[in-house]
T-cell receptor, first 113, second 115 residues
Framework: GAGVSQTPSNKVTEKGKYVELRCDPI?????LYWYRQSLGQGPEFLIY????????DSGLPNDRFFAVRPEGSVSTLKIQRTERGDSAMYLC???????????FGQGTRLTVV | GDSVTQMEGPVTLSEEAFLTINCTYT??????LFWYVQYPGEGLQLLLK?????DKGSNKGFEATYRKETTSFHLEKGSVQVSDSAVYFC??????????????FGQGTTLQVKP
């Protein structure tokens, strides 16, 4: 596609449920990043993939959060036992290689009720 | 750890006014500095960047100069337009040995330009 695509654009889930958020990066981009943006705040780094491997997952808040990128393209952010505090905009970005310009998707707005 | 601090918003200006949005940073290494913009209903877009001290980034009439001595990267525009209304984020990327490209953002500053 022309840009980074994230689906769904909105997700409402009940507390305690499991959710998956999908990111389709720009074709050929080897680096992929997930960020979380709370209302009125800047994005906060969650995890970085170079190819298929998670090269830096230091931003994941706890073990309920997990992300995969099995074929080095599409990535899925998985959140188990969701809590109301997980409500936020989840942003994905990709770049041709690490350290080059990152292109952001429009995000998935997650609401936990 | 590394951090970015931006001036609080919202900033409300009349069209053709001069814009300054302040940004200061704390970093242990020699970061690259960025301004991203988020227009209503759109994703974050890179506006400009500077990779070393005294570099000036510029785009669409916006400018910012990397000031190492004051650890600042203030965004300026000489004459704003209604179409510049958006949220502006200052960010840094620590280009240390890991060079992952991960970004540390400020909290964002909302700019509203009135006709």
């Amino acid at each position: 596609g022309a840009g980074v695509s994230q689906t769904p654009s909105n997700k409402v889930t009940e507390k305690g449920k499991y959710v998956e958020l999908r990111c389709d990066p720009i074709s050929g981009h080897t680096a992929l990043y997930w960020y979380r943006q709370s209302l009125g705040q800047g994005p906060e780094f969650l995890i970085y993939f170079q190819g298929t491997g998670a090269a830096d997952d230091s931003g994941l808040p706890n073990d309920r959060f997990f992300a995969v990128r099995p074929e080095g393209s599409v990535s899925t952010l998985k959140i188990q036992r969701t809590e109301r505090g997980d409500s936020a905009m989840y942003l994905c970005a990709s770049s041709i290689d690490r350290g080059t310009e990152a292109f952001f998707g429009q995000g998935t707005r997650l609401t936990v009720v | 750890g590394d951090s970015v601090t931006q001036m609080e918003g919202p900033v409300t200006l009349s069209e053709e006014a001069f814009l300054t949005i302040n940004c200061t940073y704390t970093a242990t290494g020699y970061p690259s500095l960025f301004w991203y913009v988020q227009y209503p209903g759109e994703g974050l877009q890179l506006l400009l960047k500077a990779t070393k001290a005294d570099d000036k980034g510029s785009n669409k009439g916006f400018e910012a100069t990397y000031r190492k001595e004051t650890t600042s990267f203030h965004l300026e525009k000489g004459s704003v337009q209604v179409s510049d209304s958006a949220v502006y984020f200052c960010a840094l990327s620590d280009e240390g040995s890991s060079n992952t490209g991960k970004l540390i953002f400020g909290q964002g500053t909302t700019l509203q330009v009135k006709p």
